[in-house]
């Protein structure tokens, strides 16, 4: 079934067009990763899909309304201590049942830890997990993020981009950082007001003169895999980095 579909979408900021005709349709459950360079329009993107702007041309599913639509930026503004923000987002539950779903969720996202002190006290990896608790809490259908992983370490992106693949709502990532993709069900690669590529993983991500073309950063297994071929040591693309040294060193 369909999260949401944007047809024909125009918009301009004064003489700035950012959108000439888009089209983009989402499927229920899907990681989605919406790639562009910066300023493509993925800010704006995210705000229309999150109805900040409005816009005839996004129709959401049958079983979806816009206020089921979370977004979730690097720009995280809260006041006060970790774990009363989190239950402020909770409602009509008891006290024993709140701190318990908290302490859970928490501890899932591995910032059970610093519950207890002032959300500004804390750093920029604990604001984004703090964040995505918040999130997680408002129970999404759609959860777009603009940007989220933004100056995020490595090892802190794998593991939430692990955790949120296994989410059962759908799940929009929009990022100019090419990596992303490889853990996308779906890939819509934006630029010049238009979705220029679209499709699985495999087929977007195999098209290499595409993003020679749109001078485009593929991802660095993929980017390593095309340089290996060119010199015969490999014979296909991998999108598994240990899988490649596996069998390299075979």
Known sequence: MQAFRIKNLNFSYGNLKVFDNLNL???????VTIYGKNGSGKTTLAKIIGGIYKSNSICFGDHVDKKDVYILSDELDYDGYVMNILINELKGLDKKKISDKVLKLSKELGFDKILNREFNDINLKEKRLVG?????LNKPKILV??????AMDKKTKIFVLRKLKKKPFTTINLTNDSNDMMMSDEIFIIGNGKVLLKGGKKRVLENEDFFEKNDMSLPFVINLSNKLRFYDLIDKVYFDEKKMVDDLWK
């Not at 349709?25 to 990681?31: D, I, T």
């Open 145 to 150: 993020l603009d940007n989220f992983f933004e």
């Open 132 to 136: 995505l608790g918040i999130a997680l």
């Open 25 to 31: 349709s989402v499927s229920e459950g899907k990681f």
